[in-house]
Nanobody
Framework: QVQLTESGGQLVQAGGSLRLSCAGS????????VAWFRQVPNQEREFVGT????????YLSESVEGRFAISRDNAKNTVYLQMNGLVPEDTAVYYC????????????????WGQGTQVTVSS
């Protein structure tokens, strides 16, 4: 059974940092493009960033570029989202998603999704 599990979300003060983890089970994440999305109530799911299969190509949205970074640890079958310089507007549920065939910012590209982890940034 394919499963993605996010962790690391918590309450943090503005200016702080968090590292989110996306652990895979039932799949080898190094064979998948992995993306991060976030969502706040009553809004569309927003693309945050994605890393391709090799880990060499990373795209980040303009709203997080320069503050967030994505990395892989293939030995742990895990992808990370490092978030620095957090602002209250970063408050959301963060999801990771994996695709074996597509890449990019569209949620429909990704077949496998985690349950999400809550990040709350206080001002």
């Amino acid at each position: 059974q394919v499963q993605l599990t996010e962790s690391g979300g918590q309450l943090v003060q503005a200016g702080g940092s968090l590292r989110l983890s996306c652990a895979g089970s039932g799949l080898i994440l190094s064979r998948y493009a992995v993306a991060w999305f976030r969502q706040v109530p009553n809004q569309e799911r927003e693309f945050v960033g994605t890393v391709d299969w090799s880990g060499d190509t990373i795209y980040l949205s303009e709203s997080v570029e320069g503050r967030f970074a994505i990395s892989r640890d293939n030995a742990k079958n895990t992808v990370y989202l490092q978030m620095n310089g957090l602002v209250p507007e970063d408050t959301a549920v963060y999801y990771c998603a994996a695709s074996s065939s597509d890449f990019g910012a569209a949620p429909d590209n990704y077949a496998h999704w985690g349950q999400g982890t809550q990040v709350t940034v206080s001002s």
